[in-house]
């Protein structure tokens, strides 16, 4: 008698995904578009509320892009535009 744990995740496989698929990156797609370190809007989009960086499977860049976006928020980031991490925030 196989004892099935009942505990912890139910094993609900939802098939829907969250994300359209879109794979090709915002950056080809859209040639106007800049990565800048000085444009923090745009690369707000790509940094999580804790200060990460958003990782290319969710952000959809290619690996070019990404790579520009990250060192622009590596750059925004010495320039204290960014957080290095969520830490030091009072709220
Ligand atoms: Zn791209």
Redesign the pocket.
């Given at each position: 008698m196989a004892e099935r744990s009942t505990s912890g995740a139910p094993a609900k496989r939802s098939v829907r995904r969250r994300f359209s698929r879109r794979k090709g990156?915002r950056?080809?797609a859209d040639s106007t578009l800049k990565i800048d370190y000085k444009e923090v809007r745009n690369l707000r989009y790509f940094v999580t509320e804790r200060g990460k960086i958003v990782p290319r499977r969710i952000s959809g860049?290619?690996a070019?892009?990404q790579r520009k976006i990250r060192e622009a928020i590596k750059r925004a980031r010495n320039i204290a535009l960014l957080p290095f991490t969520a830490g030091h925030s009072l709220d």
């Open positions: 990156c950056f080809c860049n290619c070019e892009h």
